[in-house]
């Protein structure tokens, strides 16, 4: 009995999960998800993937899914990335890789752009047609965590910039890795990208992984006097790309 519901189990799943060999192991990649959206009072469809990390590469899928429950995975965190349209065969798609940032996205932050960039992305993914959004759940902070994130906002209460405020706590400015979700991208489409961003490490990390870039949708707005100055030190010290008008020009 036992064993006709776990292969009940696999066989549902086993045709949504995808290896991908890595440097250090695996990424599984389950999906595609139908997920409806409420994007600005309109309900959009998505396709969801997540993606978890490991070091075994196996394709026996049922010993992943064994190890499941015995690791704890909500204490960790899973990246995932939404797709839209016919992504993998279309030829012009547009892209976001957004950093997660619990205060913007969750809490509606106004200390910096991350909330409006995370919405305003999935709105001209949507426009365009065809894209996704990946959402980089192992970068808060640039790479430092949620937990010195808050204490790096404190340091900027206190006259630090947020580039000082990293670097004093003994971090790099900014230390994400773009290296699985480029793998992720790989997997779902071989075709060029235009990626959206103001960031041009980005773009330099798609890049140099191979990967044929068509363009850069630049993304400024929702610039208030709460994060001017954060949204001006990326532009003078961390090599953000500014448009004539869009950032904070005087
Ligand atoms: N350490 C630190 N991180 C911050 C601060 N404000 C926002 N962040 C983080 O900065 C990252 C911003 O991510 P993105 O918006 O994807 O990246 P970006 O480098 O600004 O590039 P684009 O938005 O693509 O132009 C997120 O991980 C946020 O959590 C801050 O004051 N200090």
Redesign the pocket.
């Known amino acids: 009995m036992k064993k006709t519901f776990v292969t009940k189990v696999l066989e549902i799943l086993e045709d949504k999960i995808q290896l991908i060999k890595t440097s250090k192991g695996a990424i599984y990649l389950v999906g595609p998800i139908r997920l409806p959206v409420n994007l600005y009072g309109a309900t959009v469809v998505f396709q969801w993937y997540c993606w978890l990390n490991c070091d075994e590469v196996t394709e026996d899928y049922e010993r992943v899914i064994d190890k499941l429950s015995s690791v704890n995975l909500a204490e960790l965190q899973q990246s995932s990335v939404l797709v839209y349209g016919d992504f993998e065969y279309h030829d012009d798609a547009i892209i ?9 996205d969750i809490f509606g932050s106004k ?4 909330g409006f ?1 995370l919405k305003q992305s999935m709105k001209m993914i949507t426009e365009h047609g065809t894209g996704a959004l990946f959402y ?1 759940a192992n ?6 965590g949620l937990f ?2 808050a204490m ?2 404190i340091l ?1 209460e206190n006259g630090f910039d ?1 580039v000082e ?2 670097e004093a706590l003994g ?1 790099v400015d ?1 230390s ?1 890795n773009y290296e699985d979700a480029i793998l992720v991208l790989k997997a779902l489409r071989k075709k060029p990208v235009t990626l ?4 041009p ?2 773009l330099r990390a798609l890049k140099d992984a191979g990967l044929e870039v068509s363009g850069r949708e630049p ?1 400024w707005g929702d610039i208030s006097e709460y994060n001017e100055k ?1 949204l001006q030190t ?1 532009v003078n010290k ?1 090599g ?1 790309l500014e448009e004539e008008g869009t950032c904070c020009n005087d």
């Open positions: 976001r890789f957004h950093s997660i940032c619990h205060t913007g200390r910096c752009d991350c960039q980089l970068h808060e902070g640039r790479g430092i010195s994130k790096a906002y900027q947020t405020a990293n971090f900014d994400r959206i961003t103001n960031n490490k980005k993304l954060y990326k961390s953000h």
